[in-house]
Antibody, heavy 126, light 109 residues
Framework: QVQLVESGGDVVQPGGSLRLSCEAS?????????MHWVRQAPGKGLEWVAV????????YYADSVKGRFTISRDNSKNTLYLQMNGLRGEDTAIYYC??????????????????WGKGTTVTVSS | SYVLTQPPSVSVAPGETARITCGGN??????VHWYQQKPGQAPVLVIY???GRPSGIPERFSGSNSGNTATLTITRVEAGDEADYYC????????????FGGGTKLTVL
């Protein structure tokens, strides 16, 4: 069964940096699937953050994080990353990673989220 | 950017049918996906491609999409269906973007 486990959440000061990780369980061919980061501010709805293609190419970002956040992956370690720089109070949220359902897909119609991790909490506060 | 509009809340008695709408400009031309999120838990995919149902999701959950409105329908509602529900689409009007609706809180009376 596919499992995604996020880590790296912490309390950080405004302007600071943090790197989140999302490790996929064995038995799931991590390198075959595109991945998303999605966040949820306290008491708010879901907000898409970033997506990366299965091989690390073609990355896209929400306007709210563009130029500050970087999505990447290490397929040899079955791990997805989100490097967050220039953090602001409005970045405070639970950050979820999620996989897409189709292998080796370049068709963004298939880039919905079929399995989610449990999330890691980022708090930006002085 | 593309906007998806959901009612903040829907209430229904057990055994009745709940309908949660998701409005968007010509949303009928897009593929809509629906997620269920219970308090303190991660979201779960309940409907994909407007009306597809992942394995493990009860047949009571169904979806439709036409014109400017997509709808998630839950028949024979149970107490365990109480949750927040989000619709989502892929939008290319200004680059590539994955858009969520604001969410609907389903309350089972």
């Amino acid at each position: 069964q596919v499992q995604l486990v996020e880590s790296g959440g912490d309390v950080v000061q405004p302007g600071g940096s943090l790197r989140l990780s999302c490790e996929a369980s064995v038995g799931y061919t991590f390198s075959s699937y595109g991945m998303h980061w999605v966040r949820q501010a306290p008491g708010k709805g879901l907000e898409w953050v970033a997506v990366i293609r299965y091989n690390g190419g073609n990355k896209y970002y929400a306007d709210s994080v563009k130029g500050r956040f970087t999505i990447s992956r290490d397929n040899s370690k079955n791990t997805l990353y989100l490097q967050m720089n220039g953090l602001r109070g409005e970045d405070t949220a639970i950050y979820y990673c999620a996989k897409i359902p189709r292998e080796y897909s370049d068709d963004y119609n298939y880039y919905y989220m079929d399995v989610w991790g449990k999330g890691t909490t980022v708090t930006v506060s002085s | 950017s593309y906007v998806l509009t959901q009612p903040p809340s829907v209430s229904v008695a057990p055994g009745e049918t709940a309908r949660i709408t998701c409005g968007g400009n010509n949303i009928g031309t897009k593929s809509v996906h629906w997620y269920q999120q219970k308090p303190g838990q991660a979201p779960v995919l309940v409907i994909y491609y407007n009306s597809g149902r992942p394995s493990g999701i009860p047949e009571r959950f169904s979806g439709s999409n036409s014109g400017n409105t997509a709808t998630l329908t839950i028949t024979r509602v149970e107490a365990g269906d109480e949750a927040d529900y989000y619709c989502q689409v892929w939008d290319t009007s200004s680059g590539h973007s994955w858009v969520f609706g604001g969410g609907t809180k389903l309350t089972v009376l």
